[in-house]
């Protein structure tokens, strides 16, 4: 069983350790791993990483005992003209979060999302959205933290939690 974990906010450094967790948000099902190029080379996918850290950008990132990174999640302002699948509308911040599987189930994402949604908070945001595709575990950790479904979709929905 894993030992503890610690978490601290995201910074610029961060930004390929980000990239590994988009791979792992998108490899969520057993044994339908698609490689990390195919999943970075599409913009869906890189527009969560690509020149990480902009001042709209925040994030938190969990550490084990060691100090190695284990999970992350972070938010980005994405514009009108280049959404991605969470966009909800101008000034909702658009997040993910990726946790090493050997990590999952251990309270990484749910410490993670606590932090996001205090600091989207603390920012003056108030509404948060994600995309989660449908037989997707995470989106029962999602609705038990206050997300809710706004806009079904094709094989995925998007999720809004009210901040204030």
């Avoid at 550490?63 to 909800?88: E, K, N």
């Amino acid at each position: 069983m894993p030992a503890s974990f610690t978490t601290r906010p995201a910074a610029q450094a961060d930004g390929g350790f980000l990239a590994d967790m988009v791979v792992e948000a998108v490899n969520w099902r057993a044994g339908g791993a698609r490689p990390r190029h195919q999943i970075l080379s599409t913009p869906e996918h890189s527009r969560f990483v690509a020149g990480w850290k902009r001042p709209s950008d925040a994030g938190f990132v969990a550490l084990d005992a060691q100090g190695s990174p284990i999970g992350a999640a972070w938010y980005r302002m994405l514009p009108r003209t280049d959404p991605a699948f969470a966009h909800v509308g101008t000034g909702v911040p658009e997040m993910i979060i990726g946790v090493r599987p050997i990590w999952r189930a251990h309270g990484v994402g749910r410490a993670l999302l606590k932090q996001l949604t205090m600091h989207a908070t603390q920012a003056g945001f108030a509404r948060l959205s994600l995309n989660v595709e449908r037989g997707n575990f995470a989106a029962v950790f999602y609705r038990s933290e206050g997300f809710a479904v706004t806009q079904p979709g094709v094989g995925r929905d998007t999720m809004v939690k009210r901040l204030r």
